[in-house]
């Protein structure tokens, strides 16, 4: 198991953490991180991503073709239904 230590950065302390916990959990400089302490433990995982509605509809460049009329070919009423 890796360890690392406690360093002071202005009115805070930070660690600095092994490539290899970076690489295992996927994270770059600059990511963010949600901290816990639960049980006596401090316990790190990647942020959850946020997005906005205009970020996620970004690259959307409309519904594409025309829709398929479902209907056409299928012929006339059969029956009493109405068509």
């Known amino acids: 198991m890796p360890t690392s230590t406690l360093t002071k950065w202005g009115n805070s302390q930070g660690i600095i953490l092994p490539k290899s916990i970076c690489e295992a959990l996927g994270l770059s400089c ?4 949600d901290l816990e302490v639960a049980d006596g433990e401090l316990r790190m995982r990647p942020a959850r991503k946020s997005y906005t509605i205009q970020a996620l509809l970004a690259d959307y460049d409309g519904p ?3 829709p398929v009329d479902y209907w056409e070919g299928w012929g006339g009423p059969v ?3 109405v068509w």
């Open 64 to 66: 594409g073709p025309e």
């Open 79 to 81: 029956g009493k239904e």
């Open 30 to 33: 600059g990511d963010k991180v």
